[in-house]
């Protein structure tokens, strides 16, 4: 059960009627992204810093190097909020005030648990093939020295926060008074391009995984 505190964190307070409480339209947007903001105070100082992560069991694994202030912090239990961000078009307005973006937006809160052994192991493979699908099985698997040199930490969160801003409507004011401004909404979205391969691969072919890629949009 989520503790009261962390229900006044995870609150919306800014259009409150953006906010989704829905468990599945979270997991869509955490399915749908690869790299998260990660927010923590050291000495004072709040840092944010981007990482590459996956959904994994209750929660999602970023990995990092072992020599990381961020990630030694972070194993340490120090409280943190992991952000998602997915802009999915611009709305213009007729008037600057009432343009924005549409978007959808995860805050995910709580502290994080060091992985190792085949929790580790499976984690790193999930977390590959949560970035490119069918990559782990085309690439060479860290060595001892690489996995010592490697840190994988788990968050389950203990509140989570979604706001999804979707769709355009202006106000009505300002289409009756600007009849000759135009308004709506410009879609974005990310798509990968032709993939370029290093000189040594130049004349390996490049494989499905990565050749469809490009038919994968975020």
């Known amino acids: 059960m989520t503790s009261p505190e962390a229900a006044i964190r995870s609150t919306v ?6 906010q989704v409480d829905d ?11 690869v790299v998260a903001q990660v927010g923590v105070v050291q000495d004072g100082w709040p840092y944010a810093v981007p990482v590459g992560y996956a959904p994994w069991r209750d929660g999602v694994v970023i990995h990092g190097s072992t020599a990381s202030r961020l990630f030694k912090l972070l194993a340490g239990g120090a409280p ?3 952000t998602v961000t997915h802009l999915d078009g611009l709305s213009l307005a007729r008037s600057a005030f009432h343009s924005g973006m549409s978007y959808r937006s ?12 085949e929790d580790k192991a499976a984690a790193l493979a999930d977390l590959t093939e949560h970035l490119l699908p069918g990559r782990w099985e ?15 930490l788990y968050l389950v969160p203990t509140a989570w926060s979604l706001k999804i ?23 974005l979205r990310v798509v990968a391009d032709e993939p370029i391969p290093d000189d040594a691969a130049s004349q390996v072919p490049v494989p499905p995984h ?7 949009r975020r």
């Open 138 to 152: 085309h690439v060479r698997h860290p060595s001892v020295q690489e996995d010592k040199a490697t840190m994988v």
């Open 80 to 82: 943190m909020c992991l």
């Open 165 to 187: 801003s979707a769709g355009f409507e202006d106000h009505a004011e300002d289409i009756e008074a600007y009849p000759e401004l135009w308004a709506g909404l410009v879609p």
């Open 210 to 216: 990565v050749s469809d890629l490009r038919h994968i």
């Open 13 to 18: 307070r800014r259009l409150p009627e953006n």
């Open 23 to 33: 468990p599945a339209r979270l997991a869509e947007v955490l399915a749908a992204g």
């Open 106 to 117: 995860a805050m995910l809160f709580g502290t994080c648990v060091p992985l190792t052994g």
